[in-house]
T-cell receptor, first 113, second 111 residues
Framework: AQSVTQPDIHITVSEGASLELRCNYS??????LFWYVQSPGQGLQLLLK??????LVQGIKGFEAEFKRSQSSFNLRKPSVHWSDAAEYFC???????????FGAGTILRVKS | DAGVTQSPTHLIKTRGQQVTLRCSPK?????VSWYQQALGQGPQFIFQ???????QRGNFPDRFSGHQFPNYSSELNVNALLLGDSALYLC??????????FGNGTRLTVT
């Protein structure tokens, strides 16, 4: 079955430190992959998406993600975290059959000063 | 340009009641999808509407139904509410295909 795994429920990083959030997916066809961010009480904001082409994708707010087919991964990175990045991050795969996004359980990012 | 708007923002209902949630898609978007996000979980797909028809449906009971209007806005109806229906309900819109823009959601509490 199609699924998305985000192994880390919580991650705490110091402000200014680098960040990597992990995402692994299980999907038989070529995946369309997404990262969303959700602040408390808010909806989902799209950070970046991968459809095809260059496996390193740039997004908003200084985030990037790298698609690695051999590892079925789509990890999110940021070189220097700001306190305002504290939020919950969701990785998702788009299933063309079903026209739906399948989400991971999310990773809560805490930023300490 | 307004994004996806949802109303109401919060709602409290009693078990057994019925509820209607509303969504206006981003301008130019004709496809609306609904997701349920329980506390501490990722969103789960409920269904998708396109051209006023339910195009796809997730693993939700028939108590969950929807509608799309000619102006592409949409409603989500839930009958016979259960405590487990308490969640954040998210609407997403797109010009077909994968949903790219989400609203801020409606927080439903069932007591």
């Amino acid at each position: 079955a199609q699924s998305v795994t985000q192994p880390d429920i919580h991650i705490t990083v110091s402000e200014g430190a680098s960040l990597e959030l992990r995402c692994n997916y299980s999907y038989g066809a070529t995946p369309y992959l997404f990262w969303y961010v959700q602040s408390p009480g808010q909806g989902l904001q799209l950070l970046l998406k991968y459809f095809s082409g260059d496996t390193l994708v740039q997004g908003i707010k200084g985030f990037e993600a790298e698609f690695k087919r051999s590892q079925s991964s789509f990890n999110l990175r940021k070189p220097s975290v700001h306190w305002s990045d504290a939020a919950e991050y969701f990785c998702a795969v788009y299933m063309e059959y079903g026209n739906k996004l399948v989400f991971g359980a999310g990773t809560i990012l805490r930023v300490k000063s | 340009d307004a994004g996806v708007t949802q109303s109401p923002t919060h709602l409290i209902k009693t078990r057994g009641q019925q509820v209607t949630l509303r969504c206006s898609p981003k301008s130019g978007h004709d496809t609306v999808s609904w997701y349920q996000q329980a506390l501490g979980q990722g969103p789960q797909f409920i269904f998708q509407y396109y051209e006023e028809e339910e195009r796809q449906r997730g693993n939700f009971p028939d108590r969950f139904s929807g509608h799309q209007f000619p102006n592409y806005s949409s409603e989500l109806n839930v009958n016979a509410l259960l405590l487990g229906d308490s969640a954040l309900y998210l609407c997403a819109s797109s010009p077909g295909g994968s949903p790219l823009h989400f609203g801020n959601g409606t927080r439903l509490t069932v007591t």
